[in-house]
């Protein structure tokens, strides 16, 4: 093989020559023959395959025209059975608006028709519904004036109700304010004005002002005596009063806080005033088992020598609650209750609160 490619010339000359007589010459070095061959080849290769493109390029254009063309004449004949078809439906719509313009004309005069019969039996329930309500209007009348009859009858009532409240209200007052004056005591409730400083009590001069300060001053009243000590810690006879009087175990002068109560062992003892427990307690030396209640406004009471206490520290009570037993503990003689009343921490006679005891329970309600 390399035999064969020395014997060709290390130079090949290549001449071309064209129609007209000219002449191209070419000197190709045999190095280099195989590299421009291959160019040709690969020219020629090149030129073969746009040609072939090109061709088929042609020929799908050609099919894409003829394709065009049939398309134009169906689109044609498409357009012109359109309209042949928009035509008719155009004029299908047009009947079905005039048979739809026709029912609507005959359903007016028809609703026009019962309209004017309507109108007709309006006017006749027009005036059914007057008659009726002049009727009614009437009966209103004779039933607004009934009601006004009551309303002030009510009112009668009611005036005449206020009056005999505030009578009782003012004469309850008076007598509280008559009680306390027996034992001695101001009751701080409040200014009077000038309608309530005194004179005979007039039930037609009642008003909703003086009304109110009867029930206030009342109110207070009452409040005031809840927490007075009034009445009997127990049913028993009094041996010993509140004052000066001779010890009973050195015959000595002294000073006796309370009162004391004589009764039997295991006797009730209640509370004389509604409060709170402030102590319990036992004194050998003194009151032996002794409970000291706090009344409010001041007031504490007592009891002392009892057997038991029946209610502890913090309890609440009401007047008539039993609050222990009667009893002999501590520095005593024998059975008996000694009760004390102490007001703004000084010990006073209990006997001035005794002594409206009856009063203070028949105050008129």
């Given at each position: 093989m390399l035999k064969a490619y020395s014997s060709i010339p290390e130079r090949l000359h290549l001449v071309i020559t064209g129609e007209t007589g000219k002449v191209l010459s070419l000197v190709i070095e045999r190095d280099r023959a195989a590299a421009v061959l291959g160019g040709l080849v690969l020219l020629l290769v090149l030129l073969a395959a746009g040609t072939w493109m090109g061709a088929h390029f042609l020929l799908e254009r050609n099919a894409l025209a003829a394709k065009a063309g049939g398309q134009a004449k169906e689109l044609q004949s498409v357009h012109a059975g359109f309209a042949d078809q928009l035509a008719a439906a155009l004029a299908g719509r047009e009947k079905e608006w005039q048979e739809q313009a026709a029912a609507y004309q005959a359903l007016v005069s028809r609703l026009q028709a019962e309209q004017g019969q309507f109108?007709?039996?309006?006017?006749?329930?027009?005036?059914?519904?007057?008659?009726?309500l002049a009727a009614l209007s009437q009966a209103s009348s004779a039933k607004t004036a009934a009601l006004l009859s009551e309303l002030a009858q009510a009112r009668q009532d009611k005036q005449k109700l206020i009056e005999q409240t505030a009578g009782r209200l003012d004469?309850?007052?008076?007598?509280?304010?008559?009680?306390?004056?027996?034992?001695?005591?101001?009751?701080?409730v409040g200014k009077k004005t000038a309608d309530s400083s005194g004179g005979p009590f007039l039930a037609a001069a009642i008003d909703r002002k003086f009304s109110e300060q009867l029930l206030e001053r009342s109110d207070r009243y009452i409040k005031a005596i809840q927490q007075m000590p009034l009445g009997l810690p127990m049913q028993g006879r009094i041996t010993s009063r509140f004052g000066l009087r001779s010890d009973p175990f050195n015959n000595q002068p002294a000073f006796h806080a309370g009162i004391d109560f004589k009764g039997g062992i295991g006797d009730n003892v209640t509370a004389t005033a509604d409060g709170i427990v402030k102590e319990t307690g036992f004194d050998q030396n003194g009151y032996g088992s002794y409970v000291i209640i706090r009344h409010g406004s001041g007031y504490q009471t007592l009891f002392g020598h009892l057997s038991a206490a029946a209610v502890k520290r913090g309890d609440t009570v009401r007047r008539g609650d039993v609050v222990g037993q009667m009893g002999s503990s501590g520095r005593s003689t024998g059975p008996h209750l000694h009760y004390e009343v102490q007001y703004q921490g000084k010990a006073v006679d209990p006997e001035k609160y005794l002594s409206v005891a009856d009063l203070s329970f028949t105050v008129p309600m």
């Open positions: 109108s007709a039996e309006q006017k006749q329930l027009i005036c059914r519904y007057e008659e009726e004469e309850r007052s008076r007598m509280i304010e008559t009680m306390m004056s027996e034992i001695g005591i101001e009751l701080k």
